[in-house]
C-alpha cells in the first residue's frame, strides 16, 4: 500500500513562494505517475499539474502555469511543488495523488484515476 504525505503548506503573502513535497512511503514511486490537486473551500477539487512516473513529461493548468514547477526524484521516493508568485486565487488545501502505471510516459490531472491521496497540506496567501 502507498501511502503519500504532503508537506511544507503555510501562509505566504502575496507574490511569495513555497515549496510543496509529496513523500511516498510503502513503495517505491516508479511506477506512479503523481498528480497535483488543490480544493479551495466551496470549491471542485482542481487538478493543478502531473509528472509522468518516468519524469519525462508534465502538464500544468493554466491557472498555475508559469509559475509553479512540478518535479521528482524516485530515488528519495518524493515529487516536489515549488510555487511562485502566489497570488490570492491559490489558497487552498493542496493534495498529491498517485496512480498506479506501467506506461511510464503520461500522467493524469483526474482525480477519478487516481489510485492513493495524501491527506492533504495548506496553503494561504494573505497580506
Known amino acids: 500500500q502507498l501511502q503519500l504525505v504532503e508537506s511544507g503548506g503555510g501562509l505566504v503573502q502575496p507574490g511569495g513562494s513555497l515549496r510543496l513535497s509529496c513523500a511516498a512511503s510503502?513503495?517505491?514511486?516508479?511506477?506512479?505517475?503523481i498528480g497535483w490537486f488543490r480544493q479551495a473551500p466551496g470549491k471542485e477539487r482542481e487538478g493543478i499539474s502531473c509528472?509522468?512516473?518516468?519524469?519525462?513529461?508534465?502538464n500544468y493548468a493554466d491557472s498555475v502555469k508559469g509559475r509553479f514547477t512540478i518535479s521528482r526524484d524516485n530515488a528519495k521516493n518524493t515529487v516536489y511543488l515549488p510555487m511562485n508568485n502566489l497570488m490570492p486565487v491559490d489558497p487552498a488545501v493542496y493534495y498529491c495523488a498517485a496512480k498506479s502505471t506501467f506506461v511510464r510516459t503520461l500522467c493524469y490531472v483526474s482525480s477519478l484515476l487516481m489510485d492513493y491521496w495524501g491527506t492533504g497540506a495548506l496553503v494561504n496567501v494573505s497580506s
Open positions: 509528472i509522468s512516473a518516468s519524469g519525462s513529461n508534465a
Open positions: 510503502g513503495k517505491g514511486l516508479d511506477y506512479n505517475a
